[in-house]
């Protein structure tokens, strides 16, 4: 009697899981799903009606973000776990995108690791003086005094120009 019980309440519970797991999966997933569908198909209409390379534009998010987050002195990593809007706009003649970010930055403080998400914006103009270089070696000059320069640091380091020729979009 006691096994007939032991049995028929496994059963029972595994029946109760996988209809508890089915609803949860229509319920409450489903919205999520069809709200992520929803965001993705606004992105692709924005990549195509733009005209934007999507790789490279995310290229240089990115560069611009590690460039903001690692400037702080407690932060270690960041992860960009999601692009929640993207919107266009013309300044000046100039295209500009904002783009609201989802990101996770990780922080060392007190001799401690945490984590904490937040939301962030970023607003990236296209750079119309951006060079094309193709395969090679390249020697890149500064555009205004024509020496050599070292295309990391971001600036000459003769005259001190900022280099700006080499980020689509900043």
């Known amino acids: 009697d006691v096994g007939k ?3 028929y309440a496994t059963i029972l519970a595994m029946i109760l899981y996988y209809f508890f797991y089915l609803c949860d999966a229509y319920a409450v997933l489903g919205p999520v799903r069809r709200y992520k569908e929803k965001q993705n198909r606004r992105q692709q209409e924005f990549w195509t009606t733009t005209g934007i390379d999507k790789k490279r534009f995310y290229n240089n998010l990115n560069y611009e973000a590690g460039i903001r987050y690692y400037s702080r002195p407690d932060v270690i990593d960041y992860d960009i776990m999601d692009y929640t809007g993207l919107q ?3 300044e000046n003649g100039i295209l500009c995108v904002d783009v609201e970010l989802q990101v996770r930055l990780v922080y ?4 401690r690791i945490t984590s904490a ?3 962030d914006t970023f607003s990236l103009r296209h750079n119309d003086r951006v060079m094309t270089l193709d395969s090679g070696i390249h020697v890149i000059k500064c555009p205004k005094c024509d020496a050599n320069i070292d295309v990391t ?6 005259c001190g120009t900022e280099i ?3 980020q689509e979009w900043k």
Request: glycine content about 14%; proline content about 0%; overall charge neutral.
């Open 5 to 7: 019980i032991f049995i």
């Open 108 to 111: 060392l403080r007190g001799g």
């Open 164 to 166: 700006d020729s080499l």
């Open 117 to 119: 998400y937040q939301k």
């Open 153 to 158: 640091k971001g600036v000459c380091e003769y």
């Open 88 to 90: 266009e706009h013309v």
